[in-house]
C-alpha cells in the first residue's frame, strides 16, 4: 500500500507496519514556581491567575508570572493543533508575545520577574522555532500524539530512500542554472505534500486510538 518513497517517508515520521511596589517577601522560592499551576499569584496572593489564554500577569497587582510548562507550543502561539500553519499570523502572535515578556522590559523589575521573563521568553522562542518550520512542526505534532522518532534511527531506514537523498544533494550541489534548482524544488515540496497528507491520516487515526482507548476504562 505504501510504496517506494511514500513508504520511506512513513518510516521518516515513524508512522510505519513582561516592579510593582508594596510586594510583600516570598514565602518560598519563587524559582521553583516556573512550573507551578496554581492559580495563586506568588506576588500578592490573590485569586484569578488565569491558567491559559494572555494571563501572563496577576490581574491584581501586574506582577509576571511564571509560565505555564504543560502549555503547549500550539496553543502559546495561538495556532491550531494542524500541520498547516498560517505562519504569517504565528509570526504576529511571536511579535505579540515578546512585547509582553522579554527580558529587556524587566530590567527594572524584581530579581524574581526578571528570571520568569527569560523563562516565558525561551518558551516563546522554542514554540516559534519549532512551528515555523515544517518538519519540526510535523514531529512536535507527532510527538503531542505520543509518536517520537529516537535520534540516531538513520541505521534502520530505508537504503532507496538515503540514496535518493544523496541524489538529491550532489545534484543541488552541481546546479547552476535556475532551471536546475526549480527541478530539485520541486521534488522536495512533492515530498512535502506527502508528509502533510500521512500527518493528516495520523490525526485520524490518533482520534480513533483514543476512542479505543476510552473504550478500555472500565466503567
Given at each position: 500500500?505504501?510504496?517506494?518513497?511514500?513508504?520511506?517517508?512513513?518510516?521518516?515520521?515513524?508512522?510505519?507496519?513582561?516592579?510593582?511596589?508594596?510586594?510583600?517577601?516570598?514565602?518560598?522560592?519563587?524559582?521553583?514556581?516556573?512550573?507551578?499551576?496554581?492559580?495563586?499569584?506568588?506576588n500578592?496572593?490573590?485569586?484569578?491567575?488565569?491558567?491559559?489564554?494572555?494571563?501572563?500577569?496577576?490581574?491584581?497587582?501586574?506582577?509576571?508570572?511564571?509560565?505555564?510548562?504543560?502549555?503547549?507550543?500550539?496553543?502559546?502561539?495561538?495556532?491550531?493543533?494542524?500541520?498547516?500553519?498560517?505562519?504569517?499570523?504565528?509570526?504576529?502572535?511571536?511579535?505579540?508575545?515578546?512585547?509582553?515578556?522579554?527580558?529587556d522590559?524587566?530590567?527594572?523589575?524584581?530579581?524574581t520577574?526578571?528570571?520568569?521573563?527569560?523563562?516565558?521568553?525561551?518558551?516563546?522562542?522554542?514554540?516559534?522555532?519549532?512551528?515555523?518550520?515544517?518538519?519540526?512542526?510535523?514531529?512536535?505534532?507527532?510527538?503531542?500524539?505520543?509518536?517520537?522518532?529516537?535520534?540516531?534511527?538513520?541505521y534502520?531506514?530505508?537504503?532507496?530512500?538515503?540514496?535518493?537523498?544523496?541524489?538529491?544533494?550532489?545534484?543541488?550541489?552541481?546546479?547552476?542554472?535556475?532551471?536546475?534548482?526549480?527541478?530539485?524544488?520541486?521534488?522536495?515540496?512533492?515530498?512535502?505534500?506527502?508528509?502533510?497528507?500521512?500527518?493528516?491520516?495520523?490525526?485520524?487515526?490518533?482520534?480513533?486510538?483514543?476512542?479505543?482507548?476510552?473504550?478500555?476504562?472500565?466503567?
Amino acid at each position: 500500500m505504501w510504496g517506494g518513497r511514500t513508504g520511506a517517508l512513513l518510516r521518516v515520521w515513524g508512522l510505519w507496519p513582561a516592579g510593582v511596589r508594596g510586594r510583600r517577601p516570598l514565602g518560598c522560592n519563587a524559582a521553583s514556581l516556573a512550573g507551578n499551576n496554581s492559580p495563586q499569584c506568588w506576588n500578592c496572593g490573590g485569586p484569578g491567575v488565569p491558567k491559559r489564554g494572555d494571563g501572563f500577569f496577576c490581574p491584581q497587582c501586574r506582577a509576571l508570572q511564571p509560565p505555564d510548562l504543560t502549555r503547549d507550543y500550539f496553543s502559546l502561539m495561538d495556532c491550531n493543533r494542524a500541520f498547516g500553519v498560517d505562519t504569517a499570523k504565528l509570526q504576529n502572535r511571536y511579535q505579540q508575545l515578546q512585547r509582553l515578556v522579554h527580558p529587556d522590559f524587566f530590567s527594572q523589575r524584581s530579581q524574581t520577574e526578571k528570571d520568569f521573563s527569560e523563562k516565558h521568553a525561551t518558551l516563546v522562542n522554542d514554540a516559534y522555532k519549532t512551528l515555523l518550520a515544517p518538519l519540526s512542526r510535523g514531529l512536535y505534532l507527532l510527538k503531542l500524539h505520543g509518536v517520537e522518532i529516537p535520534e540516531g534511527t538513520d541505521y534502520a531506514m530505508d537504503q532507496q530512500f538515503l540514496m535518493e537523498i544523496m541524489e538529491i544533494n550532489e545534484k543541488l550541489a552541481e546546479a547552476q542554472s535556475e532551471a536546475a534548482m526549480k527541478e530539485i524544488e520541486s521534488i522536495v515540496r512533492d515530498d512535502f505534500e506527502k508528509a502533510k497528507e500521512i500527518l493528516t491520516k495520523m490525526r485520524y487515526f490518533s482520534n480513533v486510538e483514543e476512542k479505543i482507548k476510552l473504550k478500555k476504562i472500565p466503567l
